[in-house]
């Protein structure tokens, strides 16, 4: 698979990586953690370099299955994990009931215990999280900073930051990723944070570049989601959203016929087209979907297809929103 730079701190990883939260979290049952370790290592065998997870998501066995997972391959993948949780039964930040922390003696906290679960020497990237406002970010800058010193963390990293945000941590430690949703029905990024990130030479990476799977084609205003699924709290998923959004997903598949690929592919293939910095990071439970999206690195999208696609979507009002108040709310944009 063809590599991508992220940032100016020159992090090179696969071009597609590969978004571990929902192996065991949040997205319905849980997999087999047999068969989820086995997906992970199917990554890595097709190219995948580039790997996310976090401490909050479990909490923590997430972590400890990528860990195992990726045990092997040491030295070979770049990890990414995040801190900025508190993760005390019951906080759960899929439902916006979670509580922020990114004190210093937190951040530390976290970073020793993600090396310990991930069975690594240091950590790749290290987002924040959530941006904390009851935390300065030069603050926070200032600890990671300390941690890459140290050799515990080599890349520092931000999750849902705002521009100003960005640019105050910036100026502490250099950021070498923001991790942000971003896709074909998700575009608020283009406004004033990518323009900052080619500005300052920071990478970006696309949580959700599928719509959490409504952009794949295989969602509906029928489909039904099973109990601890989070996207049943979502604006996005109701029946009456899905339906009006379907416009999106004729769109897709009108390209994606041109192109003998499929609704997925086009997505994720119009967002590798956007800027050379930019590395999604889908995720699935299925070897064939992992395949299917990985296949969408192979897909080339002219200038007219492009056109055709931002033509198209700006006549397609997107209904609903993406999180519920109480959640959007925790985002720094």
Not at 237 to 264: C, G, H, S, V
């Amino acid at each position: 698979m063809k590599k991508r730079i992220l940032g100016k701190t020159g992090l090179e990883v696969s071009a597609l990586g590969f978004g571990c939260m929902g192996l065991n979290f949040s997205l319905g049952v849980p997999g087999d953690k047999n068969e989820m370790m086995a997906l992970v290592r199917a990554a890595v065998e097709r190219g995948v370099t580039f790997f996310d997870t976090a401490e909050v998501y479990g909490p923590f066995t997430n972590e400890e299955l990528v860990g195992e997972a990726l045990e092997p391959f040491k030295g070979q993948v770049v990890i990414a994990t995040k801190f900025g949780f508190n993760t005390a039964p019951g906080n759960d930040p899929t439902n916006g009931s979670a509580t922020l922390n990114s004190r210093p003696e937190n951040i530390r906290r976290v970073a020793e215990a993600s090396l310990k679960r991930l069975k690594i020497d240091v950590i790749d990237l290290f987002y924040q999280h959530r941006v904390d406002p009851n935390v300065p970010i030069e603050d926070v800058a200032g600890t990671v900073k300390e941690l890459i010193k140290e050799g515990k963390v080599k890349h520092f990293g931000l999750s849902e930051a705002g521009a100003q945000t960005i640019r105050r941590a910036h100026a502490v430690q250099p950021v070498t990723a923001i991790q942000s949703e971003y896709s074909i029905w998700w575009r608020l990024q283009e406004k004033e944070v990518i323009p900052t990130l080619e500005e300052l030479g920071i990478g970006l990476v696309p949580f959700s570049p599928l719509g959490r799977g409504f952009l794949t084609g295989q969602i509906n205003a029928e489909t039904k989601f099973v109990a601890g699924d989070f996207r049943n709290n979502l604006p996005r998923f109701t029946p009456e959203a899905m339906k009006a959004n379907q416009a999106l997903i004729d769109l897709l598949r009108q390209i994606a016929a041109k192109k003998e690929a499929t609704p997925a592919q086009i997505a994720l293939a119009w967002l590798l087209t956007q800027k050379s910095w930019i590395v999604p990071i889908p995720g699935t439970k299925k070897l064939s979907r992992l395949e299917e999206n990985i296949g969408s690195t192979e897909v080339e999208l002219t200038g007219s297809d492009l056109q055709e696609i931002e033509s198209a979507v700006a006549a397609i009002e997107v209904v609903g929103g993406r999180y519920p108040e109480k959640m959007e709310q925790m985002t720094g944009l």
